[in-house]
């Protein structure tokens, strides 16, 4: 079984910066591919960002892309989104996600979830 811990969330005002990290542990070796889910309020959860194992690969939703940046730990059971130039529209619950072996996309049917942290962004 493999646990995924959030940590980073908390409030910005429209503009800053926040960081947020998730570190896998258990049997966290054939985690294939990691990223980020959020869901606002009233809303549909929505892949905001995904990387594979070795980093090469990335995807961005439209939304976050040229503001947010996904990367992956060198141990490769951790993952890290930075998010800059943070807007209201951001305001969420992001949860961590990971898919093990054979998936190598972050569609489809999630294996395992964060806990989810809160975003909240300010205007």
């Known amino acids: 079984q493999v646990q995924l811990v959030e940590s980073g969330g908390g409030s910005v005002q429209a503009g800053g910066s926040l960081r947020l990290s998730c570190a896998a542990s258990?049997?966290?070796?054939?985690?294939?591919?990691m990223g980020w889910f959020r869901q606002a309020p009233g809303k549909e959860r929505e892949l905001v960002a995904a990387v594979n194992w070795r980093g090469g690969n990335k995807y961005y939703g439209d939304s976050v892309k040229g503001r947010f940046t996904i990367t992956r730990g060198n141990a490769g059971n951790t993952v890290y989104l930075q998010m800059n130039s943070l807007n209201p529209e951001d305001t969420a619950v992001y949860y961590c996600a990971a898919n093990s072996y054979p998936k190598t996309t972050l569609t489809g049917d999630i294996d395992y979830w964060g806990q989810g942290t809160h975003i909240t962004v300010s205007s």
């Open positions: 258990g049997r966290a070796f054939n985690l294939l591919t």
